[in-house]
């Protein structure tokens, strides 16, 4: 045995390197940057190898020709390489190989290709220019228990290869995207436990007679009419049912909850109306439940609070109300919570940041929520927030700056769930003014946002948010914010997105934004900007003048306004407005004066002029008035006469 996979290999292998091992069985070259594998063999000798993995590398088919000579090989696997055209000539005499993978090439394959293939029992021609089904009687020399033929890019199929009729063995089989119309037949061997058929235009009914299925994906077809009842009696194993993306109404029926072994419910993208079942209460293995983009009502179901080992849970795109339940904190295995664009009310819980360890993904977009933002920044694993479109209001928590998901940059991971379960995990993300459908968990593992935006908050940008140096995406606009542009900010090393338009920051634009190396959308427009806007680096390459527009003290490309001659301008504007202040406080001060002084007159003088007996006494108080000054005085000048 040698095994040298993912070791940056590169070159042609060694002329004869196997009859420099003649005892050799195994043998894992994949993931490499091989190129040339001509001549493993050359002098006649038998060869041991059994097992031979040249998958992800650079051959081309032509280097093949030396592997009719392996007669003892049993498993080959080239997938994910550069072979174009008919299948190697090596290949087809091969008559002990039980084990062939091909996937993702650009090969033509036919039925001839197979004929001396007799012993086969593995087949993965999928991702190819293949097309098995050039006559209805072919018989195949072969009993597969597996075939995978999904996303063949050539000659759709409109029906079900018949020769599949012979393959009673048949345990997985994929014809995803194949360009199947009919429906499916119940001749299909009823030993299936795998069963694709996604993104075709099958109709009909939802297959019921397969009952060791545990897998069944029939997403993106065109399946209509109510949800069967006894699907999950018919096929009791079944594990993972996909029916997202078809045209299926009515209510979800109770027996869907009621399946023990059911680990991922996916029925998004249907018209499915009602509401969510309370009927949660055996289901105690669902990992992933999907009922997003339907028409479904009412609020959350307490009972999904019994769905303990739930890690994905996708209820956006309904019309659900109501506030999110508090029992739903028990869910503490949960890493993705969904439940934007619908009618949720009240303040986003404080237990999601306390009990909802996991959670790596936390949408809540377009509700209305409202209060203040809790405290999130407990969460370990938390990389996309989207808390847009809401009613929230007070400041963004300087503890935003302590995401510890967020502190360094992303990298790839195969599995987005705790339990490190393959299973794919689709999300609507809204990104760069659209939104972008993941179906990977490669995808989401390597993206990280946070969306505040289309709020009522207030406050300054808080400095602490350079501290999140993996954040590729960060969008605050539509609030009112104040205050400068942290200069912080060139601390977010990864940042491709950063949206801050429509609010009230001022100041100048930080020169450190031009740092970031990755920025590629870029919107700072409707604000009170001031100064000359940063050259260099990034920056130099956002030439659209609209992400700067509504700032009237911005200056310097890309706008057309020269910074000198907008701060002499920006200078005399500032002088007419103080001298126009000036002259209308003067203007107010004489016209209050006046004012006063007509209301005073005439309400002394119009009193005397309407009324006698006011005038008789006004006149009279004159009078002893001036008598008793001249009292005084008298008195005054006569004590001073004395003196003298």
Wanted: net charge neutral; aromatic share 10%; with cysteine.
């Amino acid at each position: 045995m040698l095994d040298l996979r993912n070791n940056s290999l590169s070159g042609h292998l060694p002329p004869k390197i196997l009859n420099m091992m003649p005892r050799l069985e195994y043998l894992d070259l994949s993931n490499n940057k091989i190129t040339g594998v001509k001549d493993m063999i050359l002098d006649g000798r038998p060869s041991s190898l059994e097992q031979l993995d040249l998958s992800y590398n650079s051959l081309h088919e032509s280097q093949l020709v030396s592997l009719g000579n392996l007669s003892m090989l049993r498993s080959l696997n080239l997938g994910s390489n550069n072979l174009k055209g008919m299948l190697p000539e090596g290949i087809k005499w091969l008559k002990g190989l039980t084990y062939l993978d091909l996937y993702n090439n650009s090969l033509s394959l036919s039925e001839d290709d197979l004929t001396n293939l007799s012993s086969l029992k593995y087949l993965d021609i999928s991702y190819n220019s293949i097309y098995l089904n050039k006559s209805d009687d072919w018989i195949p020399p072969f009993q597969l228990d597996t075939l995978w033929m999904g996303f063949c890019q050539i000659l759709p199929m409109p029906q079900f290869p018949k020769w599949l009729r012979t393959q009673t063995d048949l345990r997985e089989l994929d014809l995803s995207n194949t360009g199947i119309k009919e429906t499916i037949p119940n001749w299909l061997p009823s030993g299936l436990q795998y069963l694709y058929l996604s993104d075709n235009k099958i109709t009909g009914e939802i297959p019921q007679f397969f009952p060791k299925l545990k897998y069944l994906s029939l997403s993106n077809n065109s399946f209509s009419g109510n949800l069967s009842p006894r699907i999950t009696n018919t096929m009791p194993s079944l594990q993972w049912f996909d029916l997202s993306m078809n045209n299926m109404s009515g209510g979800i029926p109770f027996s869907y909850c009621r399946s023990s072994n059911l680990e991922r419910l996916q029925l998004s993208e249907n018209n499915l109306s009602g509401e969510v079942p309370n009927c949660w209460k055996n289901s105690s293995n669902l990992l992933l439940l999907d009922l997003s983009n339907n028409k479904l009502v009412g609020g959350v179901s307490d009972t999904l609070c019994n769905l303990q080992m739930l890690e994905s849970l996708h209820l956006s795109y309904n019309n659900l109300s109501g506030p999110i339940p508090h029992c739903l904190k028990s869910c503490t295995e949960l890493s993705t919570l969904d439940l934007g664009h619908n009618n949720f009310i009240g303040n986003i819980p404080t237990w999601i940041g306390e009990s909802l360890l996991y959670l790596k993904t936390l949408s809540l977009r377009s509700n209305a929520f409202n209060g203040s933002i809790p405290r999130l920044s407990f969460l370990p694993y938390l990389r996309i927030l989207d808390l847009s479109n809401n009613n929230l209001s007070g400041t963004i928590p300087q503890s935003f700056g302590s995401f510890s998901a967020l502190e360094s940059a992303p990298t790839y991971q195969c599995c987005y769930f705790n339990n490190d379960t393959l299973y794919a995990e689709d999300m609507l993300l809204f990104i760069k003014g659209s939104e972008i459908k993941y179906t990977t968990s490669r995808q989401l593992s390597i993206d990280t946002l946070i969306d505040l935006s289309n709020n009522y908050l207030s406050g300054s940008i808080p400095e602490e948010l350079g501290n999140l140096h993996g954040l590729r995406s960060l969008n605050l606009s539509g609030n009112y914010l104040i205050g400068q542009i942290p200069r912080s900010i060139d601390g977010m090393k990864q940042l491709e997105v950063l949206d801050l338009s429509r609010n009230n920051l001022s100041g100048a634009i930080p020169s450190g934004l031009a740092t970031l190396n990755f920025l590629d959308h870029l919107n700072l427009s409707y604000n009170n900007l001031s100064g000359s806007i940063p050259t260099g680096n990034q920056l130099q390459t956002f030439t659209d003048p609209s992400i700067y527009i509504g700032n009237p003290y911005l200056c310097g490309p890309p706008l057309p306004i020269n910074c000198t001659v907008n701060i002499a301008k920006a200078i005399e504007e500032e002088q007419n407005k103080d001298s126009s202040k000036s002259r209308m406080e003067i203007l107010w001060l004489y016209t209050s004066i006046t004012l006063g002084f007509i209301t005073g007159f005439w309400m002394v003088c119009g009193s005397l002029l309407l009324r006698r007996t006011w005038r008789i006494t006004y006149f009279r108080a004159i009078d002893n008035m001036i008598d008793k000054l001249y009292v005084v005085m008298a008195v005054t000048v006569a004590k001073y006469k004395r003196k003298l």
